[in-house]
T-cell receptor, first 112, second 115 residues
Framework: GQQLNQSPQSMFIQEGEDVSMNCTSSSIFNTWLWYKQDPGEGPVLLIALYKAGELTSNGRLTAQFGITRKDSFLNISASIPSDVGIYFC????????????FGPGTRLSVLP | GAGVSQSPSNKVTEKGKDVELRCDPI?????LYWYRQSLGQGLEFLIYFQGNSAPDKSGLPSDRFSAERTGGSVSTLTIQRTQQEDSAVYLC?????????????FGDGTRLSIL
Protein backbone atom coordinates (compact mmCIF):
# COMPACT_ATOMS: atom_id res chain seq x y z
CA GLY A 1 0.00 0.00 0.00
CA GLN A 2 0.94 3.63 -0.05
CA GLN A 3 3.61 4.61 2.44
CA LEU A 4 5.38 7.85 3.15
CA ASN A 5 9.02 8.09 4.16
CA GLN A 6 10.46 11.09 5.92
CA SER A 7 14.05 12.15 6.32
CA PRO A 8 15.84 12.84 8.45
CA GLN A 9 14.22 10.91 11.30
CA SER A 10 15.57 13.43 13.76
CA MET A 11 17.78 16.47 13.76
CA PHE A 12 19.50 18.75 16.21
CA ILE A 13 20.19 22.26 15.04
CA GLN A 14 21.41 25.54 16.47
CA GLU A 15 18.92 28.33 16.97
CA GLY A 16 18.94 30.59 13.95
CA GLU A 17 19.85 27.87 11.46
CA ASP A 18 17.70 26.89 8.51
CA VAL A 19 16.09 23.45 8.47
CA SER A 20 15.19 21.24 5.56
CA MET A 21 13.25 17.99 5.66
CA ASN A 22 11.55 15.92 3.04
CA CYS A 23 8.88 13.34 2.41
CA THR A 24 8.85 10.74 -0.34
CA SER A 25 6.45 8.13 -1.63
CA SER A 26 6.50 5.35 -4.20
CA SER A 27 2.98 6.44 -5.26
CA ILE A 28 1.60 9.67 -6.64
CA PHE A 29 -0.23 11.97 -4.26
CA ASN A 30 -2.65 14.72 -5.28
CA THR A 31 -2.31 16.59 -2.02
CA TRP A 32 0.56 17.02 0.42
CA LEU A 33 -0.01 18.19 3.95
CA TRP A 34 2.58 19.19 6.55
CA TYR A 35 1.68 19.02 10.25
CA LYS A 36 3.57 19.84 13.46
CA GLN A 37 2.91 18.02 16.71
CA ASP A 38 3.96 19.32 20.10
CA PRO A 39 4.21 16.92 23.07
CA GLY A 40 0.81 15.98 24.46
CA GLU A 41 -1.09 17.70 21.69
CA GLY A 42 -2.66 16.78 18.40
CA PRO A 43 -1.00 17.66 15.08
CA VAL A 44 -1.57 21.16 13.74
CA LEU A 45 -1.71 21.82 10.02
CA LEU A 46 1.16 24.04 8.81
CA ILE A 47 0.90 24.02 5.05
CA ALA A 48 -1.29 22.31 2.44
CA LEU A 49 -0.16 21.78 -1.16
CA TYR A 50 -2.59 20.91 -3.94
CA LYS A 51 -0.69 21.28 -7.21
CA ALA A 52 2.50 19.73 -8.57
CA GLY A 53 5.33 22.24 -8.45
CA GLU A 54 3.46 24.50 -6.03
CA LEU A 55 5.64 26.45 -3.59
CA THR A 56 3.81 27.81 -0.56
CA SER A 57 5.02 29.85 2.40
CA ASN A 58 3.61 30.37 5.87
CA GLY A 59 5.80 32.79 7.78
CA ARG A 60 9.23 31.20 8.17
CA LEU A 61 7.97 27.94 6.66
CA THR A 62 8.14 27.08 2.98
CA ALA A 63 6.93 23.86 1.41
CA GLN A 64 6.98 22.54 -2.13
CA PHE A 65 4.92 19.91 -3.93
CA GLY A 66 7.40 17.91 -5.99
CA ILE A 67 6.98 17.94 -9.75
CA THR A 68 6.84 14.13 -9.88
CA ARG A 69 4.02 14.23 -7.26
CA LYS A 70 5.98 11.67 -5.28
CA ASP A 71 7.76 14.01 -2.92
CA SER A 72 7.52 17.19 -0.94
CA PHE A 73 9.90 19.20 1.20
CA LEU A 74 9.51 21.59 4.11
CA ASN A 75 12.00 24.32 4.96
CA ILE A 76 12.10 26.33 8.16
CA SER A 77 14.22 29.47 8.11
CA ALA A 78 15.96 31.02 11.11
CA SER A 79 14.80 28.35 13.57
CA ILE A 80 13.68 29.33 17.06
CA PRO A 81 13.15 27.19 20.18
CA SER A 82 9.40 26.90 19.64
CA ASP A 83 10.05 25.08 16.36
CA VAL A 84 10.85 22.00 18.46
CA GLY A 85 8.43 19.17 17.77
CA ILE A 86 7.63 16.41 15.33
CA TYR A 87 6.85 17.29 11.74
CA PHE A 88 4.62 14.94 9.77
CA CYS A 89 3.82 14.84 6.10
CA UNK A 90 0.50 13.35 5.03
CA UNK A 91 -1.53 12.68 1.94
CA UNK A 92 -4.81 11.09 0.93
CA UNK A 93 -4.74 7.41 -0.06
CA UNK A 94 -7.70 7.98 -2.38
CA UNK A 95 -9.18 10.80 -4.41
CA UNK A 96 -11.96 11.35 -1.92
CA UNK A 97 -9.84 12.20 1.11
CA UNK A 98 -11.51 9.51 3.17
CA UNK A 99 -8.32 7.81 4.17
CA UNK A 100 -5.10 9.67 4.87
CA UNK A 101 -1.62 8.24 5.31
CA PHE A 102 0.97 9.91 7.53
CA GLY A 103 4.73 9.67 7.42
CA PRO A 104 6.69 8.53 10.50
CA GLY A 105 7.74 12.09 11.29
CA THR A 106 10.91 14.15 11.63
CA ARG A 107 11.77 15.09 15.21
CA LEU A 108 13.34 18.53 15.44
CA SER A 109 15.33 19.71 18.43
CA VAL A 110 16.72 23.23 18.57
CA LEU A 111 19.78 23.97 20.68
CA PRO A 112 19.93 27.46 22.20
CA GLY B 1 -15.79 24.94 21.94
CA ALA B 2 -13.75 26.19 19.03
CA GLY B 3 -11.69 23.05 18.47
CA VAL B 4 -11.98 19.27 18.45
CA SER B 5 -12.49 17.98 21.97
CA GLN B 6 -11.59 14.49 23.13
CA SER B 7 -12.30 12.76 26.41
CA PRO B 8 -10.92 11.40 28.56
CA SER B 9 -7.46 12.86 28.04
CA ASN B 10 -5.95 9.86 29.80
CA LYS B 11 -7.31 6.40 30.46
CA VAL B 12 -5.65 3.56 32.35
CA THR B 13 -7.42 0.23 32.42
CA GLU B 14 -6.76 -3.43 32.97
CA LYS B 15 -6.29 -5.88 30.15
CA GLY B 16 -9.60 -7.42 29.13
CA LYS B 17 -11.76 -4.43 30.01
CA ASP B 18 -13.77 -2.45 27.47
CA VAL B 19 -13.07 1.25 26.91
CA GLU B 20 -14.97 4.07 25.22
CA LEU B 21 -13.27 7.13 23.82
CA ARG B 22 -15.24 10.21 22.88
CA CYS B 23 -14.73 12.87 20.22
CA ASP B 24 -16.61 16.15 19.81
CA PRO B 25 -15.76 17.57 16.38
CA ILE B 26 -15.82 21.20 15.39
CA UNK B 27 -19.41 22.33 15.02
CA UNK B 28 -20.58 22.05 11.41
CA UNK B 29 -17.86 19.63 10.34
CA UNK B 30 -19.38 16.64 8.58
CA UNK B 31 -16.21 14.58 8.25
CA LEU B 32 -14.65 12.87 11.26
CA TYR B 33 -11.54 10.70 11.45
CA TRP B 34 -10.01 8.44 14.10
CA TYR B 35 -6.28 7.70 14.19
CA ARG B 36 -4.00 5.72 16.48
CA GLN B 37 -0.49 6.88 17.34
CA SER B 38 1.85 4.47 19.05
CA LEU B 39 4.80 5.82 21.02
CA GLY B 40 7.26 7.57 18.73
CA GLN B 41 5.34 6.61 15.62
CA GLY B 42 3.29 8.33 12.96
CA LEU B 43 -0.47 8.30 12.78
CA GLU B 44 -2.34 5.15 11.75
CA PHE B 45 -5.74 5.71 10.12
CA LEU B 46 -8.58 3.79 11.78
CA ILE B 47 -11.94 4.98 10.45
CA TYR B 48 -13.65 7.84 8.61
CA PHE B 49 -17.20 9.14 9.08
CA GLN B 50 -19.19 11.31 6.69
CA GLY B 51 -22.18 12.36 8.72
CA ASN B 52 -23.26 9.28 10.64
CA SER B 53 -22.01 6.84 8.02
CA ALA B 54 -18.61 5.18 7.98
CA PRO B 55 -17.71 4.58 4.32
CA ASP B 56 -14.18 3.58 5.23
CA LYS B 57 -13.55 1.24 8.17
CA SER B 58 -10.51 -0.31 6.58
CA GLY B 59 -8.10 0.81 9.29
CA LEU B 60 -9.78 -0.83 12.25
CA PRO B 61 -7.17 -3.36 13.43
CA SER B 62 -9.57 -6.08 14.63
CA ASP B 63 -13.22 -6.78 15.37
CA ARG B 64 -12.59 -5.65 18.95
CA PHE B 65 -12.60 -2.09 17.60
CA SER B 66 -15.81 -0.33 16.64
CA ALA B 67 -16.97 3.24 16.26
CA GLU B 68 -20.21 5.09 15.86
CA ARG B 69 -21.32 8.63 15.30
CA THR B 70 -24.68 10.03 16.21
CA GLY B 71 -26.46 13.20 15.11
CA GLY B 72 -23.65 13.93 12.71
CA SER B 73 -21.62 15.16 15.65
CA VAL B 74 -20.18 13.20 18.58
CA SER B 75 -18.31 9.99 17.85
CA THR B 76 -17.37 7.14 20.17
CA LEU B 77 -14.55 4.68 19.55
CA THR B 78 -15.00 1.46 21.53
CA ILE B 79 -12.31 -1.12 22.18
CA GLN B 80 -13.56 -4.40 23.64
CA ARG B 81 -11.45 -6.86 25.63
CA THR B 82 -8.45 -4.54 25.56
CA GLN B 83 -4.97 -5.93 25.01
CA GLN B 84 -1.62 -4.41 25.97
CA GLU B 85 -0.85 -3.68 22.31
CA ASP B 86 -3.86 -1.35 22.27
CA SER B 87 -1.87 1.12 24.40
CA ALA B 88 -1.45 4.26 22.31
CA VAL B 89 -2.72 7.78 21.83
CA TYR B 90 -6.05 7.83 19.99
CA LEU B 91 -6.53 11.02 17.98
CA CYS B 92 -9.70 12.36 16.45
CA UNK B 93 -9.86 14.92 13.65
CA UNK B 94 -12.65 16.66 11.78
CA UNK B 95 -12.91 18.59 8.53
CA UNK B 96 -15.64 20.72 7.02
CA UNK B 97 -16.85 18.36 4.31
CA UNK B 98 -14.13 15.72 3.97
CA UNK B 99 -12.22 15.41 0.74
CA UNK B 100 -8.55 15.54 -0.05
CA UNK B 101 -8.47 19.34 -0.17
CA UNK B 102 -10.01 19.80 3.26
CA UNK B 103 -7.56 20.31 6.13
CA UNK B 104 -8.16 18.15 9.18
CA UNK B 105 -8.26 19.69 12.63
CA PHE B 106 -7.08 17.42 15.42
CA GLY B 107 -7.98 17.07 19.07
CA ASP B 108 -5.28 16.51 21.67
CA GLY B 109 -6.01 12.79 21.86
CA THR B 110 -6.76 10.21 24.52
CA ARG B 111 -3.69 8.49 25.94
CA LEU B 112 -4.75 4.89 26.59
CA SER B 113 -2.65 2.64 28.79
CA ILE B 114 -3.51 -1.04 29.22
CA LEU B 115 -2.00 -2.67 32.28
Amino acid sequence: GQQLNQSPQSMFIQEGEDVSMNCTSSSIFNTWLWYKQDPGEGPVLLIALYKAGELTSNGRLTAQFGITRKDSFLNISASIPSDVGIYFCAGPRDNYGQNFVFGPGTRLSVLP
Amino acid sequence: GAGVSQSPSNKVTEKGKDVELRCDPISGHTALYWYRQSLGQGLEFLIYFQGNSAPDKSGLPSDRFSAERTGGSVSTLTIQRTQQEDSAVYLCASSFTGGSNQPQHFGDGTRLSIL
